[in-house]
């Protein structure tokens, strides 16, 4: 285990949750699903650094439309990872935005490219936590569990949502 990891998945008394899926999994699955989603919670900090960034770069350019999309990413990105920090007290782990923002506050800058180029690679990880809540969705429309299926169709939609902001909007358009 991590530091991070450790940092951010305790043992926790279970709440209530909206879904109800911290009963309908097993402990093992509840883990498994806690650690996914907090590696992504961390993967989306690291995007909206580098969003962060390249926001400030374009600070002293005038050309309105980038500066306006890149506000809407941040913003969306803030969103999506309050989402997972929620998903994730909803199975009984721990996450905490402000100590995740403070582990990836980077004061050295990057350029604009480059900055895109973190974006890249930080969205191909998502792709991998795509994969593993599809299989999660899937499974627990098998086995008829009603608040596993609401809760992985909610956090397909919004990790689907995500990835094709990020990739609608910015990778598409920018040569890397």
């Known amino acids: ?59 002293k350019v005038s050309f309105l439309p980038v500066k306006q999309l890149l506000h809407r990413l941040v913003k969306a990105n803030i969103d999506y990872v309050d989402f997972l920090i929620l998903r994730i007290t909803d199975l009984g782990g721990y996450a905490e935005a402000e100590t995740l923002h403070r582990l990836y506050d980077v004061r050295d800058t990057k350029r604009f490219p480059e900055c895109i180029q973190g974006i890249h690679l930080e969205t191909e990880r998502l792709f991998a936590l795509d994969a593993l809540l599809r299989d999660c969705y899937e499974r627990a429309i098998a086995h008829r569990d009603t608040a596993s299926e609401q809760f992985f169709k909610a956090c397909v939609q919004q990790n689907k949502l995500f990835i094709s902001l990020i990739e609608d909007n910015l990778l598409n358009d920018w040569p890397l």
């Open 1 to 59: 285990m991590n530091a991070l990891h450790t940092l951010y998945i305790v043992s926790h008394p279970l709440r209530v949750s909206r879904y109800g899926a911290h009963t309908s999994l097993s402990s093992a699955e509840r883990v498994e699903i806690i650690d996914a989603l907090s590696d992504s919670c961390t993967t989306g900090v690291k995007i909206l650094t580098q969003l962060k960034q390249a926001r400030q770069q374009m600070e």
